[in-house]
């Protein structure tokens, strides 16, 4: 089984207060594996406020924590490309797999390391937020490409098929250099940068991460490994059916609120008290209590 590298961006407090569960979530899932390696990315204007609690369960969970590399010229501010930005940095070989910071991991994500090299994994998003086809035709024209025949089924609603569309919270790429010698992370910034600035097109923020990931997959000659809904199990207004929530890999809350009605936030809140020293305890407590997360 190849290295597994599993990334997050804590960049600012929000992102960090979130990275706490993260990070314990993660460490727990994949307790006493060696070939497992964790990483937050923040910017160098953030590393110095990086606060006690934080430094705390990153040393814990056997964190690294790495200055983000510099962004491009995006055509006008994007922090959603960050992650494509954390992801270019050099981990070591075998798999990476990013993971939006209001996550938590219940299961070991390490089966996608054993993906083919010409794979990326991610799961279909949960609405069709960007399109509609006409828009998919001019974005593939851009690159002198056909509309993929290809359809995968979205999350939420009523499922419809949809042309290839995932939720960028969660993916895993190869660190083994693919077409002209460059990684995936390289392509997928290479297409996001591009995009954003050559292809006349409405609407492409915040989606430019979600709309170039399946074209630079087939620019550059990658498959997509379609994931189940376990692999990114979207909380957000689910209403009562949030009693249900299954114990998937990746339980993607996006707001506190959702997470404390989850059945699974009982254990995972211990689990993270457990993990983090006690003298760091009240601080944390006191965060929780402002996001409504303790009872």
Known sequence: MADTHIFFVADGERLEIQSWLL??????????????????????DWLPQIGPVTQAIYRVAGVSLRPLPAPPK???????????????????????????????????????????????????EGRATWGPDERWE????????????????????????????????????????????????????ETAVDFDHNCKIANKRPWLDQITLPLAMARFGYKAHVLDESWNYALSYRGSDIALTPDAHILHYHRFR???????WPAIRARFFEALPKAHHAAARAVFEQAALLD
């Not at 993660?26 to 937050?40: E, G, K, P, T």
């Not at 959603?80 to 994500?109: E, Q």
């Not at 959702?258 to 699974?264: I, V």
Request: net charge positive; hydrophobic share 40%.
């Open 23 to 44: 990070a314990a979530t993660l460490a727990h899932a994949h307790q006493d594996r060696r070939d497992v390696h964790l990483y937050a990315y923040a910017s160098a």
């Open 138 to 189: 001019r974005a593939y024209g851009h690159y002198d490409l056909p509309l993929p025949t290809t359809r995968v089924r979205l999350l939420r609603g009523d499922r419809p098929e949809n042309l290839p569309y995932f939720n960028a919270g969660l993916v895993a790429m190869p660190e083994s250099p693919g077409a002209g010698g460059k990684r995936f992370a390289a392509h997928w910034l």
């Open 258 to 264: 959702f997470l404390a009605a989850a059945p699974q």
């Open 74 to 124: 995006w055509a006008k501010p994007y922090p959603h490309g960050n992650k494509i930005v954390a992801a270019t940095d050099w981990r070591g070989p075998g798999w990476s797999i990013f993971l939006d910071t209001y996550m938590v991991c219940l299961r070991d994500l390490t089966t996608l390391s054993a993906l083919p090299d010409d794979h990326v994994a991610a799961a279909p």
